[in-house]
């Protein structure tokens, strides 16, 4: 089975994204990533991608849903994808579905729930190491990076109010996704104002 991941900005969706492709033997999908690694590829479409990045334009859906073919056309035979976060909106829904139509691929949404005030007192209370850029959760009481020993720094676009700005596109864009997967009995949703390792809990017992 394939899987999409879906959680709100602070709702640990990275944390637990790794943990899942780890334990279930996934391929990742993670747009930001994607494209930054194509565009060191050299490749034809590694090298638009690289312009239009260079040129501070956001990628255009079709080149997004090409990388997404792409990726998908070079899985290793037998392997299942876990989508981190994709589609984001319902445009992109749209060529999305068409395309998991078209290669045959079904799959599963998972979204792990967060409360929009829940999220807000996270991010606002996360730090990031000065140095290697490891984000420490509201939890870690130490001053100090545990990796590096570097100094434990708020991130200055975590106010209050840029973590709102950053909320409301998630409600706005990527809900109406969400809320027609549930219509559709695509969504397992997962309590993510609990522990890691509760959310984690819940999820395996979930989705097996
Ligand atoms: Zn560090």
Redesign the pocket.
């Known amino acids: 089975m394939n899987y999409i991941l879906f959680g709100m900005q602070g709702s640990g969706k990275g944390t637990q994204s790794k943990y899942l492709a780890e334990h279930l033997n996934l391929e990742v999908f993670e747009t930001g990533e994607a494209l930054r690694s194509l565009a060191e590829e050299g490749s034809e479409l590694g090298n638009k991608v690289k312009a239009i990045m260079e040129s501070g334009n956001l990628v255009p859906i079709e080149v997004v849903m090409e990388i997404i073919e792409n990726f998908l056309t070079n899985l290793p035979e037998g392997k299942s994808v876990l989508f981190d976060g994709i589609p984001r909106s319902k445009e992109q829904q749209k060529n999305f579905d068409i395309l998991m139509k078209k290669k045959g691929m079904d799959f599963t949404a998972i979204l792990i729930e967060i409360s929009e005030e829940e999220a807000i007192r996270r991010l606002t209370n996360r730090r990031i ?6 984000v420490f959760p509201a939890t870690y009481k130490e001053n100090r ?6 100094e434990l720094i708020s991130r200055s676009d975590d106010t209050p109010n840029a973590i709102r700005i950053r909320l409301n596109n998630f409600t706005k864009k990527t809900m109406p996704v969400i809320e027609d997967y549930k219509s559709k009995g695509k969504i397992i949703s997962i309590n993510g104002e609990q522990s890691i390792e509760a959310v984690r809990d819940e999820m395996l017992s979930k989705i097996n």
């Open positions: 190491c000065s140095k290697c850029k490891t990076c545990k990796d590096c020993d570097s």
